[in-house]
């Protein structure tokens, strides 16, 4: 499990790293359920037909990370969980931060693989602490200055009534 110093490293780096494996992991699981387009995957308790269940292909599962594959009536993803730890405030590694992430992958009508989705899109790896402290403090500033405009109008309201 990668450490890092603060509980924001932490988040940035569990983020980049559950949308790195999300990415990685997508094309094994669509390769795979690309045979069963058009068949049914789903038992009557919605539980994944075992011949699918013997196809997917098996992620390793550490506490550090966590796949598994989850099906409803109306689609299946893929699930993953990233853990990794930062410094306590007594600076010891004691902490934890998760990140999870869900792609779709394929749509699911009356038990059966109907279609399968498109590569996942706006799954950035490249975050960093820098850009969200900026980010706080662009929505700090936005919040007041919201907040400013809003007490402008405290007598008059947003809208007329008709």
């Known amino acids: 499990m990668k450490q890092y110093q603060t509980s924001l490293e932490a988040k940035v780096g569990a983020r980049n790293q559950v949308n790195r494996d999300a990415l990685s992991f997508y094309p094994a699981a669509i390769e795979t359920l690309r045979p069963f387009i058009g068949q049914k ?10 011949k ?11 506490p550090n990370l966590s796949v598994y594959y989850s099906a409803n009536a109306y689609s299946i993803t893929l699930e993953m969980k990233v853990c990794v730890s930062y410094e306590n405030r007594y600076g010891e590694q004691g902490s934890a931060c998760y990140a999870e992430q869900s792609i779709f992958l394929g749509e699911i009508d009356h038990h059966i693989l109907t279609k399968l989705s498109p ?7 490249d975050y960093t602490v820098e850009e969200i402290i900026q980010a ?4 700090t500033a936005a919040r007041d200055a919201s907040r400013h ?3 402008k109008l405290c007598y008059f309201g947003e809208h007329d009534n008709h």
Request: avoid cysteine; proline fraction near 9%; hydrophobic fraction near 35%.
């Open 41 to 50: 995957v789903l038992n009557q308790g919605h539980v994944k037909s075992m």
């Open 119 to 125: 590569p996942p899109t706006g799954l950035r790896t």
């Open 52 to 62: 699918l269940v013997a196809a997917l292909p098996k992620f390793s599962n550490t």
């Open 136 to 139: 706080r403090k662009e929505l």
């Open 149 to 151: 405009a809003e007490y």
